[in-house]
């Protein structure tokens, strides 16, 4: 019927969808909230995407590119970290990408700095841009990527610590970090996100 033709979904163009979380200004770059974005720019230079451009119909920045012969849309949310869902949302309607291959790569404190743990689905577990993922999107059933970025020392503020620069040291970690984050990304999209799991969730 008329109907189903101008309200069907929209046709996939792509293959996957994967978030980093951040903040976008300048002065939050290199904190640790900030590694999300630091994953996807690391995927984007490992794999030759096209330059990050921002765009209006997402709230978001995007590269398009290729991973093992995938159809791979990075995105970068300029909605800062609380409404990342708002341009994840976004980038699903427009892209016809389902949750189940939406990706999403943001900082965790209970992982030690430079490991990783790769989950499947599940609960937010109090970080507001998983949070504003799920409520966007309405499910929690997309793979998420939690990087390692320490705890803080007894008595530090929480939002001061997530807002701190990496130090030189640990900068140089991460930079090393980037050949493993390119395989944990071929394995997420030509394997599973199972043999992923097997593969990194190792303890470093």
């Known amino acids: ?13 792509e293959d996957f969808l994967i978030i980093g979380l951040g903040n ?3 002065r939050y770059f290199t904190t640790r909230h900030n590694i999300g974005f630091m994953f996807v720019e690391s995927l984007a230079s490992s794999f030759g995407f096209a330059p990050f451009e921002f765009s209006k119909k997402i709230n978001g920045f995007v590269a398009k590119g290729k991973i093992v012969e995938k159809n791979v849309i990075l995105l970068k949310p300029s909605t800062y970290m609380n409404n990342s869902g708002i341009a994840v949302k976004a980038a699903k309607r427009l892209f016809g990408i389902k949750p189940e291959n939406i990706i999403v790569a943001h900082d965790e404190m209970d992982i030690a700095f ?4 790769i989950r499947k689905n599940g609960s937010s577990a109090g970080h507001n841009g998983i949070k504003s993922i799920i409520s966007e999107l309405e499910t929690p059933d997309f793979t ?4 390692g970025i320490g705890k803080p020392m007894p008595g530090t503020d929480i939002a001061d610590y997530v807002l701190s620069e990496f130090s030189e040291e640990e900068l140089e970690i991460i ?3 980037k050949e493993k984050w390119a395989e944990i990304a071929k394995t997420l999209v030509s ?6 799991m097997n593969a990194f969730n190792r303890k470093n």
Request: hydrophobic share 35%; no cysteine.
């Open 1 to 13: 019927m008329w109907f189903r033709f101008f309200f069907k979904d929209p046709v996939p163009t």
């Open 24 to 26: 976008p200004e300048k």
């Open 114 to 117: 430079g490991s990783q743990r």
């Open 144 to 147: 998420r990527i939690r990087l």
């Open 175 to 177: 930079s090393e970090n």
């Open 191 to 196: 394997e599973s996100v199972e043999a992923a």
